[in-house]
């Protein structure tokens, strides 16, 4: 009798673990790839997509001289193009290379400044990786660092100023599908006097997109 009361005991232990296990498998199928298309855990983002964003409407792109400061340049339009290099299952990291970033439409109210002439970014491509519930890094390729020079119109002529910065983090939203950069410090590299001596980049992105599919979906970080 105790003989087959331990077996059934062992029994339902085993039971128990399979199904446990088939549980757990279930969830980690459900969380799907770490960067999906239509919904969290939907359709991956396969490699060799491209990804897009631009700010939305009523948005502006902001470098300003001081953290959270309101001098400095602002950027009515700007966009982002980057191509996924790796997306593996969730929980991960998943990678991408920026190919371009831009920015126009600019003003500034620096003090000496009358406008600006163009804001270039360098040294691309960027690489990027993107964690699971957490943050996307971007930091320098092989071209260099991460690198802007801005060309600024002044009371003493073109100020040609260039700013580095080690790494940038943004923050991902799957509420919006978007990407918010705050006060990303730059520091001057080059240039003369007159160019501040810092730059603290702001902008939020999106949504983001999968241009490389019908009608481009949003794009999600799980």
Same mark, same amino acid.
Not at 85 to 112: D, F, M, R, Y
Not at 190 to 216: E, H, I
């Given at each position: 009798m105790r003989k087959h009361a331990l077996l059934a005991a062992v029994g339902l232990a085993v039971t128990a673990a399979l199904a446990a296990t088939t549980q757990a498998g279930a969830a980690g199928s459900a969380a799907g790839n770490v960067l999906t298309t239509g919904s969290a855990g939907g359709t991956a983002v396969a490699v060799g997509d491209v990804l897009s964003a631009s700010l939305p409407t009523?948005?502006?792109?902001?470098?300003? !001289?001081?953290?959270?400061?309101? %001098?400095? +340049?602002?950027?009515? *339009?700007?966009?982002?193009?980057? $191509?996924?290099?790796?997306? =593996?299952?969730?929980?991960?990291?998943?990678?991408?290379?920026?190919?371009?970033? !831009?920015?126009?439409?600019?003003? %500034?109210? +620096?003090?000496?400044? *009358?406008?600006?002439?163009?804001? $270039?970014?360098?040294?691309? =491509?960027?690489?990027?990786?993107?964690?699971?519930?957490?943050?996307?890094?971007?930091t320098a390729g092989a071209a260099g660092p991460i690198q802007t020079t801005l060309k600024i119109n002044s009371i003493l002529g073109v100020m040609t100023c260039v700013y580095r910065a080690s790494s940038l983090t943004a923050t991902p939203s799957n509420t919006d599908n978007?990407?918010?950069?705050?006060?990303?410090?730059?520091?001057?590299?080059?240039?003369?006097?007159?160019?501040?001596?810092?730059?603290?980049?702001?902008?939020?992105?999106?949504?983001?997109?999968?241009?490389?599919?019908?009608?481009?979906?949003?794009?999600?970080?799980?």
């Open positions: 009523g948005t502006k792109a902001r470098i300003a !001289t001081t953290q959270g400061g309101s %001098t400095g +340049i602002t950027c009515n *339009t700007s966009a982002f193009t980057a $191509t996924a290099t790796g997306n =593996p299952a969730a929980p991960g990291t998943a990678t991408e290379t920026v190919t371009a970033h !831009t920015l126009s439409s600019c003003t %500034t109210n +620096i003090v000496g400044a *009358t406008g600006v002439q163009s804001i $270039t970014v360098n040294n691309l =491509p960027f690489s990027t990786a993107v964690v699971s519930g957490g943050s996307l890094t971007v978007s990407l918010t950069f705050t006060d990303q410090l730059f520091t001057k590299a080059s240039g003369p006097g007159t160019c501040p001596a810092n730059g603290y980049f702001s902008a939020k992105y999106g949504p983001v997109l999968d241009t490389s599919q019908a009608g481009s979906p949003a794009v999600f970080v799980n």
